[in-house]
């Protein structure tokens, strides 16, 4: 038996590298338009990344500007992330199918509207059509990511994927280092601007994505799409993700998110009935044939897990425990975002002459350390300690993402590389939800929910709340520890790809 499965992965191994080597020698791969594309990714990654910091240090005063809930201002995060997770296997197909510039530019139209919705949002609708232009903004934003991955693997020559990779990761460490300084001082007008901001950025990075981008890889002709695998997928990803993180965030009664639960998983077990038998499926399970490409995916999935909500513990523990307000409790995040920026280009580049069969678990192992030491912070930690921990997390996650993405990418054809752009995004995603829906009521599940608007509102510290600020403290600590012993996890699965 595993001599044949051995067989089958090397016929699928071959075929993909022929596909590789076709699609490297095509003319329309210039060493000109590897950095032009790279100019078109990086305004898309700089404008995500910066209104993802940004947000952070805003949301107190949309909480109390728009009379909405807590856990109404937990869903505008949370609904960006479900929309994106559930789109980005469908984006990266139909990429393949109908090009990455038609759809990367669609998505740069689709988020600078939502951004125009989510700025003009109304109190007497509290919060509700905040979250829907968060949700347009998801849809934006899983037709940039995918195919802004996609569109650098293809530009660069095979031996610079790495470099472009990494450079691309500059952005958007950089665009988080900037965002709680552009967050906080937008705020100061009106915290709309947060939003409003995007709108001539967005209509900029349209025009020159029109004007630059076009498609180096030639796409296969009558393709089709898999309509019944997207449907039973987006209903089966919605339905399951959507009802762990009721169980996290509750709106619902509990019987309505047990039965969206069991719908998710009826789609979901339908979905992996079905896609083998399609044709031209939306996922191709076939490339999960290739070892490198599933290991690397798994160990995104993991590392996802592991850190997803990292940075959310660490603003609340900041404005908490730490007595920092909003804006300085954004500001002192910077180490893991300096640390990301210098690491993450460079170990690209190192990728594209070792591989990530090292840089990869390297870079978690760091991670993981960071991880355990904030698993001991206390309210009395000096800054530079805390600051080591961060920059650990920040320069660990690094040096393995960078690798691990131009292992993925470069394991597959020209071809499908939107299909698989699309399942790593996905993948990412899908970590980044089940990291907050474990490790945040770890952390606050215990903490009076005035002790949270206390801490979420106005920051100062949990003064006024010392039995809350104790079981917060608890919390936290078991959170960075099962952070910890996931990331410790994802590890070893990297270890364990071939090389590359």
Same mark, same amino acid.
């Given at each position: 038996?595993?001599?044949?499965?051995?067989?089958?992965?090397?016929?699928?191994?071959?075929?993909?590298?022929?596909?590789?080597?076709?699609?490297?020698?095509?003319?329309?791969?210039?060493?000109?338009?590897?950095?032009? @594309?790279?100019?078109?990714?990086?305004?898309?990654?700089?404008?995500?990344?910066?209104?993802?910091?940004?947000?952070?240090?805003?949301?107190?005063?949309?909480?109390?500007?728009?009379?909405?809930?807590?856990?109404?201002?937990?869903?505008?995060?949370?609904?960006?992330?479900?929309?994106?997770?559930?789109?980005?296997?469908?984006?990266?197909?139909?990429?393949?199918?109908?090009?990455?510039?038609?759809?990367?530019?669609?998505?740069?139209?689709?988020?600078?509207?939502?951004?125009?919705?989510?700025?003009?949002?109304?109190?007497?609708?509290?919060?509700?059509?905040?979250?829907?232009?968060?949700?347009?903004?998801?849809?934006?934003?899983?037709?940039?990511?995918?195919?802004?991955?996609?569109?650098?693997?293809?530009?660069?020559?095979?031996?610079?994927?790495?470099?472009?990779?990494?450079?691309?990761?500059?952005?958007?460490?950089?665009?988080?280092?900037?965002?709680?300084?552009?967050?906080?001082?937008?705020?100061?007008?009106?915290?709309?601007?947060?939003?409003?901001?995007?709108?001539?950025?967005?209509?900029?990075?349209?025009?020159?994505?029109?004007?630059?981008?076009?498609?180096?890889?030639?796409?296969?002709?009558?393709?089709?799409?898999?309509?019944?695998?997207?449907?039973?997928?987006?209903?089966?990803?919605?339905?399951?993700?959507?009802?762990?993180?009721?169980?996290?965030?509750?709106?619902?009664?509990?019987?309505?998110?047990?039965?969206?639960?069991?719908?998710?998983?009826?789609?979901?077990?339908?979905?992996?009935?079905?896609?083998?038998?399609?044709?031209?499926?939306?996922?191709?399970?076939?490339?999960?044939?290739?070892?490198?490409?599933?290991?690397?995916?798994?160990?995104?999935?993991?590392?996802?897990?592991?850190?997803?909500?990292?940075?959310?513990?660490?603003?609340?523990?900041?404005?908490?425990?730490?007595?920092?307000?909003?804006?300085?409790?954004?500001?002192?995040?910077?180490?893991?975002?300096?640390?990301?920026?210098?690491?993450?280009?460079?170990?690209?580049?190192?990728?594209?002459?070792?591989?990530?069969?090292?840089?990869?678990?390297?870079?978690?192992?760091?991670?993981?350390?960071?991880?355990?030491?904030?698993?001991?912070?206390?309210?009395?930690?000096?800054?530079?300690?805390? @600051?080591?921990?961060?920059?650990?997390?920040?320069?660990?996650?690094?040096?393995?993402?960078?690798?691990?993405?131009?292992?993925?990418?470069?394991?597959?054809?020209?071809?499908?590389?939107?299909?698989?752009?699309?399942?790593?995004?996905?993948?990412?995603?899908?970590?980044?939800?089940?990291?907050?829906?474990?490790?945040?009521?770890?952390?606050?599940? @215990?903490?009076?929910?005035?002790?949270?608007?206390?801490?979420?509102?106005?920051?100062?510290?949990?003064?006024?709340?010392?039995?809350?600020?104790?079981?917060?403290?608890?919390?936290?600590?078991?959170?960075?520890?099962?952070?910890?012993?996931?990331?410790?996890?994802?590890?070893?699965?990297?270890?364990?790809?071939?090389?590359?």
């Amino acid at each position: 038996m595993s001599s044949s499965h051995s067989s089958s992965s090397d016929v699928a191994t071959q075929s993909m590298q022929q596909d590789v080597v076709s699609a490297e020698s095509l003319p329309t791969h210039q060493n000109s338009y590897q950095w032009i @594309a790279l100019s078109v990714t990086t305004v898309g990654a700089l404008l995500a990344s910066i209104q993802g910091s940004a947000l952070l240090i805003a949301l107190p005063n949309i909480l109390t500007d728009l009379h909405a809930t807590f856990f109404t201002i937990m869903w505008v995060l949370m609904g960006y992330l479900l929309i994106t997770t559930v789109l980005t296997p469908v984006v990266g197909r139909l990429g393949d199918i109908w090009g990455r510039k038609l759809l990367y530019n669609t998505g740069f139209a689709v988020f600078t509207l939502g951004s125009l919705v989510a700025g003009l949002a109304q109190p007497q609708l509290h919060g509700a059509d905040m979250i829907l232009g968060r949700v347009i903004q998801g849809v934006g934003g899983a037709l940039l990511m995918t195919n802004s991955t996609a569109i650098v693997t293809d530009a660069f020559r095979k031996g610079q994927v790495g470099l472009g990779l990494g450079v691309n990761q500059i952005a958007g460490a950089a665009g988080f280092l900037l965002g709680p300084i552009v967050g906080g001082l937008l705020t100061l007008f009106s915290w709309r601007w947060v939003f409003l901001i995007n709108v001539p950025l967005g209509i900029f990075g349209v025009l020159w994505g029109i004007w630059r981008l076009r498609e180096p890889v030639q796409l296969k002709e009558h393709q089709h799409i898999d309509w019944l695998g997207s449907i039973t997928l987006a209903i089966g990803l919605t339905g399951v993700l959507l009802a762990l993180t009721m169980l996290a965030f509750p709106l619902l009664p509990t019987a309505v998110t047990y039965t969206i639960l069991v719908i998710g998983v009826i789609s979901l077990v339908a979905f992996a009935i079905i896609e083998p038998r399609i044709k031209e499926p939306i996922v191709q399970l076939r490339l999960f044939q290739h070892r490198l490409f599933t290991l690397a995916n798994l160990s995104g999935l993991l590392n996802g897990i592991a850190r997803g909500a990292v940075l959310f513990l660490l603003i609340f523990f900041l404005q908490g425990p730490y007595g920092q307000d909003p804006f300085r409790a954004g500001l002192l995040l910077a180490p893991f975002g300096a640390a990301f920026l210098l690491i993450g280009p460079l170990s690209g580049r190192l990728s594209d002459r070792i591989g990530s069969r090292l840089l990869a678990p390297i870079g978690l192992a760091i991670s993981s350390l960071g991880l355990l030491g904030l698993a001991t912070v206390a309210p009395t930690t000096p800054y530079w300690l805390l @600051a080591i921990y961060m920059a650990l997390m920040g320069g660990g996650s690094g040096f393995f993402a960078s690798p691990n993405t131009n292992a993925i990418m470069s394991s597959v054809s020209p071809q499908t590389r939107g299909a698989a752009a699309g399942i790593l995004s996905m993948l990412n995603n899908t970590g980044q939800m089940l990291s907050i829906v474990i490790v945040f009521p770890l952390a606050l599940s @215990a903490v009076p929910i005035q002790a949270m608007m206390q801490v979420f509102i106005y920051g100062g510290g949990m003064s006024q709340f010392p039995t809350a600020l104790a079981l917060f403290m608890h919390g936290l600590h078991t959170a960075f520890l099962v952070s910890f012993a996931l990331s410790l996890l994802a590890m070893v699965v990297a270890a364990l790809r071939p090389a590359h």
